[in-house]
């Protein structure tokens, strides 16, 4: 069933508005704070629809990325009771504990590697504020974390090319695919913990 590639298409189509780096930006910002789809679907075909501003991508997405942490690290710091009954509605508030224990053990490595992994960013960014991390150990962990992981993803788009780009035409189906059967294991393994 190739349903990943007219969304593909669909996403590259929209990657060459003349708003989208606003777009990229906004979806940055609300990822790292409240928002479930990561940056990474908007920079990839953006960055495949425009190599030469790649980089450029990758700053806004990091930047964006980062303000939006801090977004999350305000909710933490000033509203964490009021989202609680939220964060356990949604079956979150395992995953703020878990979060809040890594900051116990880890503080600046734990947000660093929540930025640059798939870990959801934003439940590190929330407890951080709740747990009154440092807050300039706090942005530095992020602009490197998520900087990391954004300007890599340019990177391997910018320096792969049209091969790159037509290897993940032929493959995006299949990588769909696997993307969703991984999600639904790791939501099942997370439910049973």
Known sequence: M????ALYDRVLRWAAHPY???????????????????????????????????WRF????????VA?????????WLALDAIEPLLQSTGKWDGYV?????FVAWGFWAVLAAGFSPIPYKVFTIAAGAMHMFLPAFV????IGRG???????????????PMERRLR????????????LGVIGVVIWQMR
Request: proline share 5%; glycine share 12%.
């Open 98 to 102: 878990r979060a809040t224990e890594w």
């Open 170 to 181: 032929t493959h995006v189906d299949m990588l769909g695919w696997i993307v969703v059967v």
């Open 2 to 5: 190739k349903i990943f590639s």
């Open 20 to 54: 989208a780096e606003r777009y990229l930006a906004g979806l940055s910002f609300a990822e790292s704070s409240f928002f479930p789809i990561p940056p990474d679907v908007m920079l990839a075909p953006m960055t495949l629809a425009k190599p030469k501003r790649g």
């Open 140 to 143: 530095l962990a992020s602009l």
């Open 148 to 162: 990391g992981r954004f300007f890599l993803v340019a990177g391997l788009i910018v320096l792969g090319g049209e």
């Open 68 to 76: 939006g942490g801090l977004a999350g690290y305000l909710i933490g």
């Open 58 to 65: 990758a700053t806004v997405t990091t930047v964006a990325s």
